[in-house]
């Protein structure tokens, strides 16, 4: 018998924000019927602050009391704070979970990453990144599987079924989810550990990859960028011109901006547009 938390038990029989925004700045989903979990979560944005959401789904009492939580968490996060948000974050606020039921708050974190993602006018990660398609009993891909794995530190299929529910029907993907754990220990054990930047090396690091990996891109299209000012990890940058390839709105353009910044300097860094 699985042992619940007092505040997940709150959340299952009194579940907060149900329902759907009829007018959603976003909306995401995750999950299918046919798989026995799903979930979509809609969400009202105004000046870049989550100022509703609300949730329906299809699932256990732990998946009710998960998307219930999430939308009381990120009601008043800014959107750059919500992308933050992990499974971890789900789970710590409901007080603990049955390592059997984390797959419901990872599916939380994914209908969220959906979200953000339909507001910032992005495609669904499932279509940028794709993935291969490793339990067929219930829909899971090796990119999903390798997702749950380096961010909740898995280490057996047990563990990787809690988090993902695949290998929990037939049991023929077994062997492929052992080996996408190996795969993933392996890289974590030959990657080196990154050194902390000092704030001199980090504003020039960011000065190279606006130069080299982001100003060439932006030129092409007859836009522009230029670095304002780092204070601490917010990075103010000044857009210029036009910008359509990686773009059809400000906000994309930004992240697209901020992303390249996390990938080659530091995962903590905020870009911050400056109107002049």
């Not at 708050?105 to 910032?120: F, I, Q, T």
């Not at 809690?162 to 062997?175: D, L, P, Q, V, W």
């Not at 001199?200 to 030129?219: G, W, Y």
Request: with cysteine; net charge negative.
């Amino acid at each position: 018998m699985w042992e619940y938390s007092e505040r997940t038990k709150e959340h299952f029989e009194h579940p907060r924000n149900v329902g759907e925004i009829a007018d959603a700045s976003a909306v995401g989903e995750t999950g299918s019927i046919t798989c026995g979990d799903a979930l979509k979560l809609s969400l009202k944005i105004e000046d870049g602050i989550i100022v509703d959401a609300k949730f329906k789904t299809f699932g256990c009492a732990s998946a009710i009391a998960s998307s219930s939580a999430l939308t009381e968490i990120i009601k008043g996060m800014t959107v750059e704070e919500a992308e933050k948000l992990t499974n971890h974050d789900i789970v710590d606020y409901l007080g603990g979970m049955p390592k059997e039921k984390i797959h419901c708050s990872v599916m939380g974190a994914e209908a969220l990453e959906a979200a953000l993602r339909n507001y910032r006018g992005l495609p669904p990660i499932e279509q940028e990144e794709g993935g291969e398609l490793v339990c067929e009993c219930f829909g899971v891909t090796d990119r999903q599987i390798i997702k749950a794995i380096r961010e909740n530190g898995l280490t057996t299929v047990e563990e990787v079924t809690g988090a993902t529910k695949a290998g929990g029907g037939c049991e023929k993907c077994h062997e492929d989810i052992e080996a996408l754990i190996k795969k993933v220990l392996a890289e974590a054990e030959a990657k080196p550990i990154p050194k902390k930047l000092t704030n001199i090396q980090k504003i020039k690091l960011i000065e190279e990859t606006l130069e080299k990996e982001i100003r060439p891109s932006l030129k092409s299209d007859g836009g522009d960028i230029e670095l304002v000012d780092v204070e601490g990890s917010k990075v103010m940058v000044a857009l210029r011109g036009m910008c359509t390839t990686c773009a059809a709105s400000e906000a994309t353009l930004k992240e697209y901006v901020q992303t390249i910044l996390r990938e080659k300097v530091t995962s903590d860094l905020e870009v911050e547009e400056v109107k002049e």
